[in-house]
């Protein structure tokens, strides 16, 4: 089996409090040529970050003892834009879309098989490889009075305020300034951001780019930056500048 494709092997950190399943991705994942390490709660999860530092994704289940998934994942973003795949048993897509609000990069709903998960942290890492090479290139742009410089990630109001954006939202917001007034479909969008194709139905882009226009818009309820377009999709709609 092949592994990822830099030299050394890149760090996962598995939350799973099922030992059955927790004990077949470490195992499978480590054959994928990953380092992979397990916590089963919140708890381990914060030892081992003490003692090891960040990898470069989580698994992280949603259902755990304790301290529960979504806290956990909103705790890790506050910290790191690392990337979180969050796997759960349940089949409501509030719980999937509340995941996605606060900054999970992908969700997996078990049961599912690990060759699919192993796809979608490759597809994860590669664009994080991706965008790391992009930053070696910064520029700064300007739109409708934001700053944005991208060496830092930082974007600035008209006013200078700095708007913390995360991770999703950040490369969202990205995926736009790189083709202003083009209308882009959902499906573009998916597969910018999670580097695979999606169903042509999955609420997960609306959520992403409802919360980027709370950042951005002055009345997020009439958006005038980030337009809806009927049956297509959404357009950026000012110019960008590149300096």
């Given at each position: 089996m092949s592994g990822p494709t830099s030299a050394l092997p890149q760090k996962l950190l598995i939350v799973e409090d099922d030992d059955e399943i927790g004990t077949l991705l470490r195992d499978f994942l480590q054959r994928e040529g990953f380092e992979t390490e397990l916590a089963r709660s919140g708890i381990e999860l914060d030892v081992l970050l003490h003692r090891q530092g960040f990898p470069a994704l989580f698994v992280?289940?949603?259902?755990?003892?304790?301290?529960?998934?979504?806290?956990?994942?909103?705790?890790?973003?506050?910290?790191?834009?690392?990337?979180?795949?969050m796997l759960t048993a349940k089949a409501d897509d509030i719980d999937r879309i509340v995941g996605l609000e606060l900054g999970a990069?992908?969700?997996?709903?078990?049961?599912?098989?690990?060759?699919?998960?192993?796809?979608?942290?490759?597809?994860?890492?590669?664009?994080?490889?991706?965008?790391?090479?992009?930053?070696?290139?910064?520029?700064?742009?300007?739109?409708?009075?934001?700053?944005?410089?991208?060496?830092?990630?930082?974007?600035?109001d008209a006013s200078g305020k700095e708007i913390e954006l995360l991770g999703g939202e950040y490369e969202l917001l990205m995926?736009?300034?790189?083709?202003?007034?083009?209308?882009?479909?959902?499906?573009?969008?998916?597969?910018?951001?999670?580097?695979?194709?999606?169903?042509?139905?999955?609420?997960?882009?609306?959520v992403a780019v409802s919360r980027l226009r709370r950042k951005i818009e002055l009345d997020p309820a009439q958006p005038a930056l980030i337009k809806t377009v009927r049956n297509g999709g959404y357009v950026f709609s000012v110019a960008v500048e590149h300096r």
């Open positions: 992280l289940d949603l259902m755990l003892p304790g301290e529960d998934g979504l806290s956990i994942c909103r705790r890790l973003r506050a910290l790191r834009d690392t990337p979180i795949i990069d992908d969700y997996l709903a078990k049961p599912f098989s690990p060759r699919e998960l192993v796809a979608r942290i490759r597809a994860i890492l590669r664009r994080a490889q991706e965008q790391g090479t992009v930053v070696a290139r910064a520029e700064t742009l300007h739109f409708a009075g934001f700053t944005l410089d991208s060496g830092v990630r930082r974007l600035r995926v736009f300034l790189q083709r202003p007034q083009q209308v882009l479909t959902r499906e573009q969008l998916m597969d910018w951001l999670k580097g695979r194709s999606w169903a042509s139905f999955d609420r997960s882009i609306d």
